[in-house]
């Protein structure tokens, strides 16, 4: 097997037998220095794979994943794609794109995960969470939080929880849902800057939004959380996630809990 690295891409052709992730992953390792949002792995050249070899992407993703960073593969031929299918968590988790360019639009998208707070208390910041999602006044809610932190000196973190069905594996390419999201953080900044307050922004992928709220909440340290509730009806399955959302957070969210409304005209 032949391995060729061009700005955030690893190329690979030839055939795959064995598990060769040893071998990639220090030119993997070189790229990501320039690249820490993540790199790209261009299987277009593979003329075949075998069991062992489809291990390299499982290695991969746990080594890439656990330095908080992602990998995306690209140009898959169906020959090796079947092959894939054969090897337990490797197609599952196997984040793919059709092409470079989906899948550097993809990793430019990427955000670094809030961290906790410094437990030094001279240096110590706390920290207002405005999740943001659909069925959610993304605005108010980014207002709101900017009103209260200045009062507070508190640092507001929006984060866009984005949903990833099981079916998908969690780094998984979504270019609308991604766009969307960060639509919907830069708008939310705006609001929170015109009330001068200090934010942050970044998207988070979870499995399920409550439960990736509650361990944002923990990971921060967040002293509050804040939704902004739209004053229009929310139908069938959005009113219900909204509510399930509420009812989490008021019994499980181990902070303050801030459901805020604008006025609607009169």
Same mark, same amino acid.
């Given at each position: 097997m032949i391995i060729e690295t061009s700005e955030d891409v690893v190329k690979l052709s030839g055939s795959l037998?064995?598990? &060769?992730?040893? @071998?990639?992953k220090a030119a993997a390792n070189l790229l990501l220095n320039d690249h820490p949002k993540g790199i790209i792995v261009d299987c277009g050249a593979l003329i075949d794979v075998s069991e062992d070899g489809a291990k390299t992407f499982l290695e991969a993703m746990r080594d890439i994943e656990a330095a908080h960073t992602r990998i995306v593969v690209v140009h898959l031929p169906d020959k090796v794609?079947?092959?894939l299918r054969t090897v337990p968590g490797v197609r599952s988790q196997l984040p793919i794109a059709d092409s470079v360019e989906e899948a550097r639009a993809s990793l430019r998208m990427q955000r670094n995960v809030a961290q906790k707070p410094s437990t030094d208390p001279t240096k110590r910041t706390s920290v207002i969470l405005v999740p943001l999602m659909a069925g959610m006044d993304l605005t108010y809610g980014a207002t709101l939080a900017g009103r209260l932190a200045r009062g507070t000196r508190s640092e507001v973190h929006l984060v866009y929880f984005l949903e990833v069905t099981r079916t998908l594996p969690l780094n998984a390419p979504l270019l609308e849902a991604e766009q969307a999201a960060q639509?919907?953080?830069? &708008?939310?900044? &705006?609001?929170?800057? &015109?009330v001068s307050a200090t934010a942050t922004e970044h998207v988070e992928r979870v499995r399920d939004a409550a439960e990736g709220i509650l361990i944002s909440l923990r990971? @921060?340290?967040a002293e509050s959380v804040v939704l902004g509730a739209t004053d229009e009806p929310l139908g069938g399955e959005g009113h219900d996630r909204f509510h399930h959302l509420v009812d989490t957070l008021l019994h499980r969210a181990p902070c303050e809990v801030i459901i805020g409304r604008l006025k609607p005209p009169i």
């Open positions: 037998h064995k598990n &060769q992730w040893l @071998t990639i794609m079947s092959v639509e919907s953080l830069a &708008q939310a900044m &705006q609001f929170a800057r &015109q990971n @921060t340290g």
